[in-house]
Nanobody, 130 residues
């Protein structure tokens, strides 16, 4: 089994910054074999891809971002600690959502549909006031 736990959400004014972290644990988790992704879900909307980092075994491109967050969000991975961080700068009210960390044993190169991920954290709320 794999457990994912997010932290770092909160309330911030537009233009501010937050840093989210996701800690992965469990006997079957492997940073070598599993990508880690961030999704978000705003009230009344579908869950959408935000950013992801490939498994360390992937030889191609390793970082992926959704267009709305490019240039503002930075994803990073610490394989020694099995964590993935999401630095969010220049936040906008439209970034308000619950942010989820996700992973799956079959996902080495990140894919962008939430249905392909079987492991999820409980989510952390990010609220950006205008």
């Amino acid at each position: 089994q794999v457990q994912l736990e997010e932290s770092g959400g909160g309330l911030v004014q537009a233009g501010g910054s937050l840093r989210l972290s996701c800690a992965a644990s469990g006997r079957t988790f492997s940073s070598y074999a599993m990508a880690l992704a961030w999704f978000r879900q705003a009230p009344g909307k579908d869950r959408e891809f935000v950013a992801a980092v490939a498994a360390s075994s992937w030889s191609g491109r390793s970082l992926y971002y959704a267009d709305p967050v490019k240039g503002r969000f930075t994803i990073s991975r610490d394989n020694a600690k099995n964590t993935v961080n999401l630095q969010m700068d220049n936040l906008k009210p439209e970034d308000t959502a619950v942010y989820y960390c996700a992973s799956d044993r079959s996902v080495v190169k990140p894919i962008f549909s939430p249905v392909d991920y079987s492991y999820w954290g409980q989510g952390t709320q990010v609220t950006v006031s205008s």
